[in-house]
């Protein structure tokens, strides 16, 4: 592996684990509820992640350019919310412009089993070839749109391991039951997906906690963290769970305090 891509790769997975920290939802959501002002939701949260999944707009307009934190840029687009299909995705950012904002990574969806699979799968090979040329990593989003029932083992563990073959050097996808089956068939590292906010942090703790047990390098993980009411108690007792091996009891014991401002 060439040196640029080996540093980059080392970089967004510091000791192998991440926590990546994706704001990235209003390319199709617009405005999403504590996201309007990206930049102020995401400045506390920045010491505790190891990277931002961002579109340019975002970077450009929202996030200092002296921070030197890692950049995963998210390059495809082109539906929202209101269209007629959310997998109708092209690419949206040419690599010159990935490189002229010195990401680290790049990210595109593909959504397999949709009417746009074959479109979606071709965007990811031909984002491969080039972002490879200029030794950057792509990231594989294995998206399911609005049908939230599709994440189970069978489905995601297909969509990982075909981003992987088309040449992902990672892939973001959803926690599931047997998670392990999704991570034994993927040959390149695989990191978790939130979803929408879940019942409780503990809730949390435990399927991070269970994906990295069985494999996972880590999360990209959004919702639950910035629309909890303390994210930076839920960033930090993540971050004990995937870097210092913290169980769920531990991360939650930690959240309560810090909550509590018992811990800094
Ligand atoms: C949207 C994305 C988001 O980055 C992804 O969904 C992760 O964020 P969350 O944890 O909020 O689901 O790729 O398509």
Sequence with gaps: MDWGMKNRLS???????????????????GPTSKLEKPGETVKPLLPYCDAIFVTRGVLRNCIDPDSTKPIILRVSGGTSMIGEDLANEGITTSIKEAIRLNVCAVGLSIFVGSKHEHQTLLNLARLVDEAEEYGIPVMAVTAVGKEMEKREARYLALCCRIAAELGARVVKTYWCENFEKVVEGCPVPV??????????????????????????IGVNLGRNIWKNEHPVAMIKALRSIIHEDATPKEANELFNNLKKGKKK
């Design 191 to 216: 990191v978790m997906a939130g979803g929408p906010q879940v019942g409780t942090e503990l809730e949390v703790f435990e399927f991070v906690y269970d994906g990295m047990k069985k494999g996972a």
């Design 11 to 29: 970089r967004l997975m510091p000791n192998g684990h991440c926590l990546w920290l994706p704001i990235d939802h209003g390319y199709f959501q």
